[in-house]
């Protein structure tokens, strides 16, 4: 297989049926993570949600980083919980590629982004938990977070932690950014940060010590056009950590 100059994004498929009256299943990825990935550089590759390690390992060796995207909730059996009534809907065998996915990234120190369910993902993948729903398990008061008509709309603030990865990003400690999730990190995963919370003090933004790992719980690339900064996110990722990683391939 030919080599290629521009780094390869790998990206996760999610997994679904059409709808309620046809079961037909497919794996989607949504345009805007493929705009983003090519606006800012990358080659957006798909990785079809198949729970097959050796097909896993074969997509994984044609890329130069992961992008985990947002989707449904992340089965709380992966940390060690009952369902909570609020929890949404769950694809088991959609968190276990995802698991085998990181593993693999996680070895090579490949550069991973997860974004929203991705964030989750990552962390419960490093051993950490999830508020199933924030606004019945969150110790404290919190914002409305599950902004479903605003996804586009940058609504609150965020306090971004000095000399983190998001830091270097927009070097400044406050970013406003938009919001669409009922759960968020919880107990943190093992060789993890947080670097950025909200208003409330729910995690919006999460690290690897090693700095490979990044994980944003708003959805930039929902906001490259309104909002042009949140493009950083993407040409960084790229531009510096994936592209750095090539060059070590």
């Not at 938990?129 to 008061?141: F, G, M, R």
């Not at 609150?156 to 950014?177: A, N, Q």
């Amino acid at each position: 297989m030919a080599s290629t100059s521009v780094p390869v994004i790998g990206i996760l498929g999610n997994y679904s049926t059409l709808s309620s009256t046809n079961s037909t299943e497919r794996f989607f990825i949504n345009k805007s993570y493929m705009e983003a990935v090519r606006l800012n550089g990358g080659l957006p590759m798909p990785i079809p949600c198949v729970d097959e390690p050796e097909y896993l390992k074969i997509c994984v060796d044609m890329c130069d980083a992961i992008l985990l995207p947002g989707g449904i909730d992340v089965d709380p059996r992966f940390y060690g919980e009952n369902p909570h009534q609020k929890l949404g809907t769950v694809q088991t065998d959609m968190d276990e590629v995802a698991f085998k996915l990181l593993e693999i990234a996680f070895a090579r120190k490949m550069p991973v982004l997860g974004i929203c369910r991705g964030e989750q993902v990552i962390n419960v993948a490093r051993g950490g938990s999830l508020y199933q729903d924030i606004a019945a398990n969150y110790e404290k008061e919190s914002m409305m977070h599950q902004q479903e008509a605003h996804t586009s709309i940058a609504l609150h603030t965020i306090k971004v932690e000095k000399g983190s990865l998001l830091h270097d990003i927009f070097e400044s400690e406050d970013v406003r950014v938009n919001t669409f999730h009922h759960q968020s990190v919880k107990a943190l995963g093992k060789d993890l940060v947080v670097t950025a919370v909200a208003p409330d003090g729910i995690v919006e933004a999460i690290e690897s010590n090693d700095k490979t790992v990044l994980g944003v719980q708003w959805h930039p690339e929902l906001l490259i056009h309104k909002q042009p900064e949140m493009n950083r996110i993407f040409e960084y990722f790229i531009q510096t950590m994936a592209t750095g990683y090539k060059k070590t391939k």
